[in-house]
């Protein structure tokens, strides 16, 4: 069982930054492929971006690469993800995913979720 919170969203300005994080509960979190996910008002939840367990391997949307990046600290039980450039179209709520599987992160069918954190960015 793996229980996720996120943390640092906000209001931004277009062109600005923020930095969330997923902290994670128990101590398999090393096993996991960890996902962001974003879902806008009326909008299906959609994949951002995934990385896996050992941190070696990492994956992007295309509408985030160059602009976001995914990371980890195994030891923390923390996944973060920092987001530059950001464009009012990244408006959504960000929600952190668990998986063993990578295939099920990245096809947005993982078995743990957190609750989500809400970043608007203003034009």
């Known amino acids: 069982q793996v229980a996720l919170v996120e943390s640092g969203g906000g209001l931004v300005q277009a062109g600005g930054s923020l930095r969330l994080s997923c902290a994670a509960s128990g101590r398999t979190f090393s096993y996991y492929t960890m996902g962001w996910f974003r879902q806008a008002p009326g909008q299906e939840r959609e994949f951002v971006t995934a990385i896996s367990s050992d941190a070696v391997s990492t994956y992007y949307a295309d509408s985030v690469k160059g602009r976001f990046t995914v990371s980890r600290d195994n030891a923390k039980n923390t996944v973060y993800l920092q987001m530059n450039s950001l464009k009012p179209e990244d408006t959504a709520v960000y929600f952190c995913?668990?998986?063993?599987?990578?295939?099920?992160?990245?096809?947005?069918?993982?078995?743990?979720w957190g609750q989500g954190t809400q970043v608007t960015v203003s034009s």
């Open positions: 995913a668990a998986d063993a599987s990578t295939i099920s992160v990245v096809t947005t069918q993982a078995q743990y």
